[in-house]
């Protein structure tokens, strides 16, 4: 079904033509709109109508893990075999909290690599369909997938904001 | 814009920077050949390597009886330049991370750097006490893994707090470091052919800039920078308290968490300005690395070299002023014993010579900022010689006492680790964009066709 729409790549040299030409073809009701940009542009965010990021769940999660396992590791082998050290008692918990918090940091750090990869979708082994590799340099891309009988409508809105470059590309299923 | 709001930035502009795209260019070019003064250090620091595993496999040869360690100076180089490098450390996890969390307009130029300095500074400080422990093939002993004798590390040892903070620090900086390079080295990857393209191409994981990989990026981005705060103030500290915990007068403190985190970023800012002198010239970052850039460190420096110098006066101080007899005489002995002239050099680079940053006109010269940097390099080294032997060698018992000389060996370990920083660093300065490309832009005005109608018209 979807293997007959048709996606558009428009290469902007300037910050507000792309963010234009997104808000309008928000619009004119496209949804499959993604944006490229050389460094992140919250305007483009802002236009694209982001909420929160999901990694925010992985990094607290791997942290309450580190802490917990901190604490549980170090009490364990503690009681596992009892030796009074220093005068302390078996389980002392003001030096345990060291540990913890280590590990805290540790698995959060972790674990918010993993959200970001798994959100992302890094790392990306299949080449995007359409690229300009500009866009790591100076220039920002708006890449939208209509259906066939739009694609003129979608045309228009890309070349009204003057794009550099505006290149077809055929949208692969997404796997 | 239709509707929005005007698109305004540039607390810190770089004027001569006009094109986004300019900054690629000029980035980039450093990844180009290399030229004879770099190959020229390339050498030299290959050349240290190889004193530094040298020596090691020397000491590893004949026993860890060639250094100069002896009861009662247990602790010697090995152990200061261990918390010396560590303490190197500290300034580029400070500049990516606490400085990103407050948005500090100067730090975009230099956090690259800062941060690859931060990984190779703990890559060297974590061979340290490998070197230290003498047989080196025991040192998995540190980790806890399940063994046929039931044993467990003794989690009430600051030693072994030490091997999660150093090991978590290298990690968690490592990881930082790495995933703020991806869209850097996507950005070297569609600018590079050949055999490079295909080795940024596997680096940069397939980044291509999406508003998607942006938005996810910049909240992993913020959580880890958020992590790494508290990790940093945590490490010097647990770092201290391998000191403090002990009973050792000189040692016993607790000022010395905060003493050592300030100290840290004090010998970690000093470092980072070492480093970028050159670098700017080398490759032509003037642009980039401009003297507010420079004037900014300064005052890092010089508000730590504050704190620094008061830690050592209260510690003088409260050594008078608690009126007991060891604590006074190992103080007095730290001014006047057989180190004194550690302690001498210590007070003056670190004390004396920062003063010189409180004018404006130092501040903006960057050769006299390169020379105060290296003494206060020089100083921080000899700041932990004086906290680790003078306090070991004049301890409770005059029995006891005894006098510590450095060997050879570990002079060439001392030397050989610098080399070895040096040797990853150049590579870095090669390899990967020494300057963070996209952080840049993202202070650099952006390009908007309004106003090039205005000029225009």
Known sequence: ?175 | MAGGTPIERGALTHPDVERLSDVNRDVLRALGRPGLGWWALFALAAAGVGLFFGSWGWQLYRGIGVSGLMSPVGWGVYITTFVFWVGIAHSGTLISAILFLFRAPWRQSIYRAAEAMTVFAVMTAGLFPLIHVGRVWHAYWLVPYPNSRFLWPNFKSPLVWDVFAVTTYFTVSAVFFFLGTIPDVAAARDAAKGLRKKLYSVISLGWRGTDQQWHHFGKAYIFLAALATPLVLSVHSVVSWDFAMGIVPGWHATIFAPYFVAGAIFSGVAMVITLTVPMRKIFGLEAYLTTKHFDAMAKLCLLTSLIVLYAYLSEFFMAWYSGEEIERTAFWNRLFGTYWWASWTMLTCNGLVPILLWFKRVRHSIPALFVISIFINIGMWFERYVIVVTSLHHEYEPWAWGVYRPSIVEMGILIGSFCWFGFWFLLFTRLLPPIAIQELKEVLPPPLRKQRQEVHS
């Open chain 1, 1 to 175: 079904m979807s293997a007959s729409r048709i996606g558009l790549l428009a290469s902007y040299e300037y910050l507000d033509s792309t963010v234009d030409a997104i808000e309008k073809l928000k619009k004119a009701g496209f949804d499959d709109v993604r944006a490229y940009a050389p460094y992140p542009e919250h305007h483009i965010e802002h236009a694209l109508g982001y909420g929160q990021s999901p990694v925010r769940v992985f990094t607290l999660v791997g942290g309450l893990t580190g802490t917990a396992t901190g604490f549980a590791f170090t009490t364990w082998t503690s009681v596992d075999w009892p030796l009074v050290v220093g005068g302390k008692p078996i389980v002392s918990i003001p030096a345990y909290v060291i540990i913890a918090f280590e590990l805290t940091v540790l698995f959060g750090a972790l674990a918010t690599v993993i959200g970001l990869f798994l959100n992302s979708r890094l790392p990306a082994i299949k080449p995007a369909v359409v690229y300009d590799p500009e866009f790591t340099s100076g220039r920002y891309g708006v890449y939208v997938v209509s259906p066939p009988e739009r694609a003129d409508e979608a045309r228009a809105i890309l070349q009204k904001e003057e794009p550099v470059e505006l290149r077809e590309g055929q949208e692969v299923a997404h796997a």
